[in-house]
C-alpha cells in the first residue's frame, strides 16, 4: 500500500511540466556546464530524488550535508544509507565546530548562521564551487512557488526539481525503491533539526513545521542569491 498522500495539498501552481527526463537533462547540463558542481541536500525526500537522478547522470562529484548536531537519528541514518547506496559520489559531511549547547533556544537566528548557513559557505567557498544543484521544489512553500530553475549570483544555483509535486516525488521514490526520510510518512513534509521541526496537517504549508514561533521559515541558506 502506497504511503498516505500528505502530499494533497491545497497549494496547487498549476500542471507538472518537468518530469523526470527533463530533470535529467538539466543535471546533465549542469554538470557540463559547471565543473565543480556540488549537490547539496537536507534529505527531504525531494533530496533522495535528487541523488537518484544525479546518480543516473554519472555525477561523481560531492554531495554535501550539514550536520548541524542537531539533526532526528533518522536523518544521520538515511544520510548513511544514501551514502552506502551511491558509492560513485562523494557524500561529504560539514559540522561546525561549535560544542552542542542550547543556543537554538536562546538565538536561533544565530544557531542556524553558526551551525548550517556558515559550514556550507566556508565550504562553498574554499572549494571555489560555481553552481549547487538542489532539490526545492515550488510546491515546498508559498515563498518558493516562483523559483526558477536557473537562479544566478555569484554562485548558481540550479533547481532540476521546482515543478515537481510531492506525488511526483513519492511516485518516483516508490517505482525506484529509493530511501527517504522515514518521518516523511508522519507529517514531516520539511525537514530540519529536531528542536525546529515537526509535522504539518495535510493542507497545511509543508513549511509550517519548521521554525515554529521563531517568525521565519529559512534558515538562512537559500535567502538572497549571492548566498550559497
Ligand atoms: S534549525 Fe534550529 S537547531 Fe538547527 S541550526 Fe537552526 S536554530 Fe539550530
Known sequence: MRSPRYARLSLDWGPTLIDASASLAIIQEAISTYPGVVVTTGLNISGSVLLDLASRSDFAG???????????????????????????????????????????RSDPELCCSLNKVAPLEDYLAEHRVPAVLNARTRVSSPGRRDLRVV???????INPLVEWSYEDLEDYLEDRGIPYHPLYREGYLSMGCWPCTGPVQPGQDPRSGRFKGQGRSECGIWLGADKA
Do not use: K
Open 62 to 104: 560531492a554531495v554535501v550535508f550539514v550536520d548541524t548536531g542537531y539533526h532526528f537519528p533518522q536523518t544521520l541514518s538515511l544520510w548513511e544509507e544514501l551514502r552506502d547506496r551511491y558509492v560513485t559520489m562523494h557524500f561529504i559531511t560539514l559540522c561546525a565546530d561549535n560544542p552542542p549547547d542550547t543556543l537554538y
Open 151 to 157: 537562479e544566478h549570483g555569484s554562485r548558481v544555483r
